[in-house]
């Protein structure tokens, strides 16, 4: 049950390794009673959800993480944004290009 003076809620949108490790310190350092964790890739979201609600409880806090939508992310107290736009081939970002003689 979460803590009755964490009553805020954080959505983290991307279940990647940056929106894992954002989570990670939420429930370390626990700020907020609920953390939402949004993902298209369902499996990999349910994975993050189940590591993380183990790590609630080695870690002795009573944050609750769980999956969840875009839309209920939208009622959280504070969404972060960790998603990231697929990568062409041949970019390291979506907004730069590889030097000529590495794309070779």
């Known amino acids: ?8 809620s954080i959505a ?3 279940a990647g390794d940056v929106g894992a490790t954002i ?5 370390m350092n626990p700020v ?12 990999v979201r349910d994975a993050q959800v189940q590591d993380l609600s183990d790590a609630t409880f080695h870690g002795n806090t009573s944050t609750r993480v769980r999956a969840g ?4 992310a939208g009622q ?8 990231g ?8 970002h ?5 030097p000529t003689h590495f794309s070779e």
């Open 1 to 8: 049950m979460p803590d009755p003076k964490l009553t805020s």
């Open 12 to 14: 983290i949108v991307g």
């Open 23 to 27: 989570a990670y310190s939420l429930v």
């Open 32 to 43: 907020a009673g609920d953390i939402l964790m949004v993902d298209p890739k369902e499996d």
């Open 69 to 72: 939508t875009h839309k209920e």
């Open 76 to 83: 959280c107290d504070i969404i972060v944004f960790t998603a």
């Open 85 to 92: 736009a697929k990568h062409k081939e041949g970019t390291l």
């Open 94 to 98: 979506p907004h730069h290009t590889l």
